[in-house]
């Protein structure tokens, strides 16, 4: 565990955590329900078998653990809206008593509008889910307003996309493989949209989260950067570049569904202006071609057919999800983001951060977070404009089609009793937060 004094960070830099709606709400039975909901009925799709359907039970604890965030000291918890739930009679009302809880704590509420639980009976294979998607965010800005400064429209559009759609392995567990782009599409068109209706409800400061990693060649020859490049169009250039240039990256706009004069209206609105850019990171990808067999990849099985091939970063610590630890590659990532979209890139927030580890005492979260929050500080020595970060997560969680098994709060819960307990992690961000309000300049 690092010793040395977290270096400090501009005076207003924004420090958060961040979760999900279904990931902690439960509450099921008091909201429609979503498309994981019924990926979660389906025998195999969780490793542990489990759902969501009382996860934290936040819903009915939400008290505590805006306590738990008090006590905490960040600026900000970055939470996520259900749609489901705000379809549901009295939805609404408990973002409500959320985000007033919040506001009495002193913690400022950052919502985000989707994060992959889409209700059941809409598809983002079609386009009339993105003008679905604008019309529930009208409904919720013109609620909640006049209490939330900032928000977040969608939450790494890549991922849905890829796990959800190209893969199967998430919800609605589709393998669609490269058909899926039109859901890559739609869910961009959606952020537009929302963009423009968060705007009309008088919002001033939206933005995305998007997931982006530094994309790794497995070696200097030349297929293996070829398959790298193509990875990294995939899984960072398809999502960044229509929002911040306009344009999708070259070849891929004529993929898109409809013809180029549509896909270019389309465009217009995806590149609405940001006021800030939400990334996600957790780690770097090292690529090579592809080598025509299945690969283990994170907990994934990624089939043969793919044009690349995903290879191991050796010499690294690894999380508990079998993650490398890369702290640097945060830094990389960043002044790779400034370098390529310049002026055209908004601040950035980091949106989320974290990693998998069991145990109250978890030292290794501690070193994965305070060797992360010294690789944003070296961003900003290098001239990236940072202005904030969000650790995930608050509390322990459903982690998807993981289940139970992989643990990534700074609050352990037990899954039997609900009981919360702060780990090791939860006292040293806690301090690393003190200090940066009171350490002298």
């Known amino acids: 565990m690092a010793t040395h004094p977290i270096p400090r960070f501009p005076d207003g830099f924004l420090w958060g955590v961040s979760t999900s709606a279904h990931q902690i709400e439960g509450a099921a039975e008091l909201?429609?329900?979503s498309v994981w909901d019924a990926f979660t009925?389906?025998?195999g799709r969780v490793k542990d078998g489990s759902t969501a359907a009382v996860a934290c039970d936040h819903y009915h604890r939400y008290r505590e653990d805006v306590?738990?965030?008090?006590?905490?000291?960040?600026?900000?918890?970055?939470?996520?809206?259900?749609?489901?739930?705000?379809?549901?009679?009295?939805?609404?009302?408990?973002?409500?008593?959320l985000v007033d809880e919040l506001c009495a704590a002193g913690v400022r509420p950052v919502p985000t509008l989707f994060h992959w639980d889409l209700?059941?009976?809409?598809?983002?294979?079609?386009?009339?889910?993105?003008?679905?998607?604008?019309e529930y965010v009208t409904r919720v800005a013109d609620r909640l307003g006049d209490r939330v400064g900032r928000w977040i429209t969608l939450n790494e559009p890549a991922e849905h996309t890829l796990l959800g759609h190209a893969l199967g392995v998430h919800a609605p567990g589709r393998g669609l493989l490269f058909d899926a782009l039109p859901v890559a599409h739609h869910q961009l068109l959606a952020h537009g949209l929302a963009v423009r209706a968060l705007r009309a409800s008088g919002a001033t400061d939206v933005g995305i989260a998007n997931s982006h990693g530094p994309t790794w060649p497995a070696s200097d020859d030349p297929a293996d950067r070829e398959a790298a490049d193509f990875y990294d169009l995939l899984l960072n250039r398809l999502f960044s570049d229509p929002l911040l240039t306009g344009r999708y990256p070259e070849g891929v706009g004529?993929?898109?569904?409809?013809?180029?004069?549509?896909?270019?209206?389309?465009?217009?609105?995806i590149a609405e202006p940001l006021d800030w850019?939400?990334?996600?990171?957790?780690?770097?990808?090292?690529?090579?071609?592809?080598?025509?067999?299945?690969?283990?990849?994170?907990?994934l099985t990624l089939p043969a057919e793919l044009p690349f091939s995903v290879r191991g970063i050796e010499g690294r610590p690894l999380t508990d999800f079998g993650w490398p630890v890369?702290?640097?590659?945060?830094?990389?990532?960043l002044t790779g983001l400034s370098d390529r979209y310049g002026d055209r890139l908004p601040p950035i927030v980091i949106t989320e951060n974290?990693?998998?580890?069991e145990g109250l005492d978890d030292r290794d979260r501690i070193a994965y977070l305070d060797g992360h929050v010294r690789a944003l500080h070296r961003a900003l020595e290098a001239g990236v404009d940072v202005r904030g970060y969000f650790v995930w997560s608050l509390l322990d969680n459903f982690e998807w089609a993981e289940g139970y098994a992989r643990r990534f709060g700074l609050v352990h819960v037990d899954f039997a009793t609900l009981e919360r307990t702060p780990k090791a992690s939860y006292g040293w961000f806690r301090e690393v937060l003190r200090a940066q309000r009171h350490r002298p300049r």
């Open 67 to 97: 306590a738990l965030l008090a006590d905490l000291g960040v600026d900000a918890y970055r939470f996520s809206v259900s749609w489901p739930r705000v379809n549901s009679p009295g939805g609404l009302g408990f973002y409500d008593r």
């Open 31 to 33: 909201r429609e329900p």
């Open 326 to 333: 890369v702290p640097e590659g945060l830094t990389e990532l």
């Open 41 to 43: 009925a389906e025998p």
């Open 354 to 357: 974290g990693c998998s580890y």
């Open 119 to 134: 209700p059941v009976g809409l598809d983002w294979l079609e386009r009339d889910t993105a003008s679905r998607f604008a």
């Open 277 to 299: 850019y939400g990334v996600n990171y957790y780690a770097p990808t090292r690529v090579g071609a592809p080598q025509g067999a299945e690969i283990e990849f994170g907990g």
């Open 254 to 269: 004529e993929l898109m569904p409809g013809d180029a004069r549509q896909v270019d209206a389309d465009l217009a609105v």
